[in-house]
């Protein structure tokens, strides 16, 4: 590779040179099998001479159709992190859409969560549970940040996945389509109650201030409303449950 | 604060220098308030002059019974990540047992859960569903990490915390007073059928490995079994949920 090209890769470790590139990376082992097989639009696979030496890396380079790269560590740590890689990594064609086309149930929906781990345990969430769609607004952290890539645990290449200004005309799409919205909160109705059925929509808040109050008021309207997960009496501390937690008690108990 | 005072506590982000010292840091508004609500054993608290002019700082050191150090920013910084600590940080004794005396059920195990984000995470849930006793073996990351301590988000107070070399004695301590073990797994039962109640322990592998044979062994022989959380047919990509997705799913079956 020339030294353009690995500064262009270097780059998409950062929203912008992945915006303006169309691509991402997808780093370390695992995770570049993840998109080997499920097939997903690799480009190119950079790996070192040390790596490639490996039975496990040796035989995913087999299966790849991708142009591989043999390149020195030193250039392999420029573009990626070197402890995630472990010496592989992977260049994919965006998959994030923009949802002008039919966005399917069921549909999760992040409405500001904004921690890209976060992000990823709950695509992983998604397709664990088959769920069609992921939808993120601006404020979301992005799917194809490295961390929420390596978070999702192959789960980016099992879901649809869309990127939006803000979350109101997916939801009023979906509202019109007849599907019930849904957001998690403090209050509402009980998750041990809970059973919106298939063609539904959930919508999970951010980190620190939950819900906003445009999405929380657009539920009202729509045939769903707000869901809660009930905690023990008397847990002082804690006031609330990890976004991706709370996204899992929820999709286990509408889909699994 | 001494020069060797600032450098005991910068010891603190380390296992060796927290286990050397017998306390540990707590760092951040939320978590600094959490700590000083829950009646937490705060030896001391460190803020610098800008933070200390903060409203909400302000109210805090008032309602603590601790020594309140007021330090320079770069001092503060040396004992404890700037970002997280947003210039405010305590110093708690520390918090976790060594399980010889009574474990009180319903109780988490944690066999080898080696991310402190994971811990931390399972901990806060746990606190949320009223488990009594969070349970972890030597390879499982410090309760008080600091990333731990974040992650769980006030929970440590909510909980007996135990750290034992392996799970093996208490598994047997548990299964000797009656209580049901089990351990999540790919396989076995199904956590919609599973109804365990509220004298049992719930056991969560680690993160790559998921339980060792040691545990799984153990869990056949006492009344409990292997859990599974079912996903969706043709998840291909996505070989497991994270493992404090997949203890939430699980402890709101069973304590929700």
């Known amino acids: 590779m020339t030294r353009q090209q690995l500064k262009d890769l270097a780059q998409l470790s950062r929203s912008k040179g992945r915006r303006q590139q169309g691509r991402f990376l997808v780093e370390g082992v ?73 966005v399917d149930a069921p549909v999760l929906l992040l409405d500001g969560v904004q921690d890209p781990g976060n992000v990823g345990a709950l695509v992983r969430t998604a397709a664990w549970f088959g769920v069609s769609t992921v939808v993120g607004d601006e404020d979301t952290a992005d799917f194809e940040n490295p961390k929420a890539v390596r978070a999702s645990m192959g789960g980016i290449w099992d879901v649809a996945l869309v990127r939006v200004p803000d979350l109101g005309a997916s939801l009023d799409r979906l509202a019109g389509d007849g599907v019930a919205l849904w957001g998690a909160d403090l209050g509402g109705t009980s998750v041990t109650e809970w059973a919106p059925g298939r063609s539904a929509a959930l919508v999970m808040g951010s980190e620190a201030h939950g819900l906003s109050d445009a999405v929380a008021e657009r539920l009202r309207h729509s045939g769903g409303g707000l869901v809660h997960i009930p905690g023990a009496e008397g847990a002082r501390g804690v006031e609330s449950l990890n976004v991706s937690v709370a996204g899992g008690v929820l999709l286990a108990r509408w889909l699994g």
């Open 30 to 102: 695992r995770s570049v099998e993840a998109a080997v097989d499920a097939g997903a639009p690799v480009e190119a696979v950079l790996v070192t001479a040390e790596a490639a030496g490996d039975h496990r890396v040796a035989a995913l380079l087999e299966r790849t159709g991708a142009v591989v790269h043999t390149v020195a560590a030193r250039d392999l740590d420029r573009v990626g992190d070197a402890r995630t890689s472990q010496g592989v990594l992977a260049v994919s064609r965006s998959v994030v859409g923009d949802g002008a086309g039919p």
